[in-house]
């Protein structure tokens, strides 16, 4: 969405010079790029969260982490993320620029750029600077995890000797590193 939505217009202004998609155009153009650029960092803060559960929270995750949540959350991410993004409908516009012999159209905001400084603002502290903040905590957790509680080896790789142990000493090794083989592949998974 976006690569089409920042392209289009870069490709029609390098072949023709002016603004070519007309007043429709430069209102939905503008709004797709907010959009998906919007959408695409709510997501993934979303699955952030998702990966952290999983990992620091594995019990909780397999009833929170489920395909019919996932659905909801990504539904109510492109939800808020339309309806945010609506403003850009109404805060940009085609301008014709004059010049001596010529007339250039472009898609342009409405009103002076300083008065959008409080809108990309907080665009940028709820699209970046939040996800970006969450998204470091949470990864630095998720690392904590997994270093103080290392992944077991695998019992296949110990050779020890075990061969001076006992019948019953053998199967509770054998039970132990079956168990600790599943916790395994589920924590590299």
């Known amino acids: 969405m976006v690569l089409i939505a920042a392209g ?12 070519i998609f007309g007043h429709a155009g430069c209102l939905c153009i503008t709004y797709f790029q907010y959009l998906g ?8 803060t979303a699955f952030t969260i998702e990966r952290y559960i999983a990992i620091c929270h594995p019990i909780k995750a397999q009833f929170l982490c489920t395909l019919s949540r996932a659905k909801k959350i990504i539904f109510g991410v492109w ?14 516009d085609i301008q014709q620029v004059l ?23 907080f665009d940028f502290g709820i699209f970046f600077v ?6 470091t905590v949470l990864y630095g ?7 103080l509680n290392p992944l077991p080896s695998d019992p296949k790789d110990d050779k020890n000797g075990h061969d001076n142990f006992s019948k019953a000493q053998k199967n ?5 590193s079956r168990c600790s083989s599943t916790t395994a592949a589920s924590r590299r998974q």
């Open 8 to 19: 289009l217009p870069s490709i029609a202004d390098s072949l023709f010079g002016s603004w």
């Open 37 to 44: 650029i919007n959408a695409s960092s709510c997501s993934i």
């Open 79 to 92: 939800v808020f993320t339309s309806l945010y993004c609506v403003m850009w409908f109404y805060l940009s």
């Open 99 to 121: 010049y001596k012999d010529v007339t250039i159209i472009t898609c342009a905001y409405k009103v002076s750029r300083n008065l959008y400084l409080p809108i990309y603002f």
């Open 130 to 135: 939040l996800p970006l903040t969450l998204a």
């Open 141 to 147: 957790l998720i690392a904590r995890i997994l270093f």
């Open 172 to 176: 509770k090794m054998k039970n132990s």
